[in-house]
């Protein structure tokens, strides 16, 4: 049974940083692709970046720059780490897998595991 637990969300100030954690169990060892997505109440979820042991990754334009996804194998966690978060990267953020032999995407259909999100809250 797939399993993926997000942790490190919390509040900041415009200009601060987080460390987004998500310890995944459960899921083949390389055939994978993990992935980050948000969304804020009445807004579409958004994909931010989404990663493969291969060294694949991508990211959402409007973070490009500013994040950086990772991954610790002997640990079974995914990062996200967020600098000069702006308000506009307000809202819960979730983990997700997919069993995959593709490159990374950041469309949300594509992905089948989720996690309950934590939520990430910038003011100004």
């Known amino acids: 049974q797939v399993q993926l637990v997000e942790s490190g969300g919390g509040s900041v100030t415009t200009g601060g940083s987080l460390r987004l954690s998500c310890t995944h169990s459960?899921?083949?060892?390389?055939?994978?692709?993990l992935g980050w997505f948000r969304q804020s109440p009445g807004k579409e979820r958004e994909g931010v970046a989404a990663?493969?042991?291969?060294?694949?990754?991508t990211y959402a334009e409007s973070v490009k720059g500013r994040s950086t996804i990772s991954k610790d194998s002997a640990k079974n966690r995914l990062y996200l780490d967020m600098n000069n978060l702006k308000p506009e990267d307000t809202a819960n953020y979730y983990c997700?897998?997919?069993?995959?032999?593709?490159?990374?995407?950041?469309?949300?259909?594509?992905?089948?595991?989720w996690g309950q999100g934590t939520q990430v809250t910038v003011s100004s």
């Open positions: 459960g899921l083949p060892y390389d055939d994978h692709t």
């Open positions: 990663f493969r042991n291969s060294g694949n990754t």
């Open positions: 997700a897998a997919v069993v995959s032999f593709l490159p990374c995407r950041l469309d949300g259909d594509y992905y089948y595991y």
